[in-house]
């Protein structure tokens, strides 16, 4: 078996990324109005950056597999899944914690929590799909559909604090039109490592999760030809 070298040198840049931005997190100033909270920016617009990554990667991998019908893609589309909905959640935990001191309530009905809620059930439901349908081929056919119609979810989702205006502040980072960052820029360069950070740790617990998805399905065929052995046998044994 060929030794795998890509994966543990992801890991360990990872590492590294994320230690290079805890320090830096740790070390930017406190914020004039917001004290030591403005140090959640670093970790939970990462969060959300992280959580649109994976379901854009979802959508992607769920559209290779369409064209191509090679199950390396719905793997992929399966792993980046996972990855995005532990991420949005990690993103409402961030957001509430943010939310408590700032706005009084950890949680309101706004556009832009509401819609990210949302995106829980959307794949919270394509990861439900995955388990009910038992053939390989119709399963990741069915879940590459509903992984690309679940995309429409992150342009949606960003322009949600512009298209309806609720208490949650607008894009730190606004990428239409023109580019703006909306904080003190210390901050900007300290989120920028973050978001590098995470997107390294995205890379790798796709890899990680892909290669555990991949012997999983070795397995199941495995198991699979096993039972259609044994009943050929029993159909073979009963004639004669």
Do not use: C
Request: proline content about 3%; glycine content about 10%.
């Amino acid at each position: 078996m060929k030794r795998d070298l890509i994966t543990p040198l992801l890991g360990g840049a990872t590492l590294i990324a994320l230690v290079a931005a805890v320090i830096l997190g740790l070390s930017a100033p406190l914020d004039v109005n917001q004290g030591s909270l403005v140090r959640l920016m670093f970790v939970h617009v990462p969060s959300a950056w992280l959580s649109y990554l994976a379901y854009g990667g979802t959508g992607l991998f769920g559209l290779l597999y369409l064209i191509r019908r090679e199950r390396r893609w719905d793997r992929l589309a399966l792993s980046s899944a996972e990855i995005g909905v532990l991420f949005t959640v990690a993103t409402i935990v961030g957001g509430m914690l943010w939310a408590k001191p700032t706005w009084g309530t950890y949680w309101v009905w706004d556009a832009r929590l509401t819609t990210t809620a949302l995106s829980l059930v959307v794949y919270g439901a394509y990861l439900l799909i995955r388990t009910l349908i038992d053939d390989p081929e119709r399963r990741a056919r069915v879940s590459a559909v509903v992984g690309l119609v679940g995309t429409l979810y992150v342009p949606v989702n960003y322009m949600a604090v512009e298209w309806w205006r609720g208490v949650h502040q607008t894009q730190t980072l606004k990428l239409l039109g023109k580019v703006r960052f909306d904080a003190a820029p210390i901050y900007g360069w300290v989120l920028l490592v973050a978001t590098l950070a995470f997107t390294l740790l995205y890379l790798y617990l796709l890899r990680v999760r892909a290669i555990l998805a991949a012997r999983e399905e070795a397995r199941e065929e495995l198991e699979l030809n096993s039972e259609l052995g044994a009943v050929s046998s029993g159909v073979g044994v009963a004639r004669g």
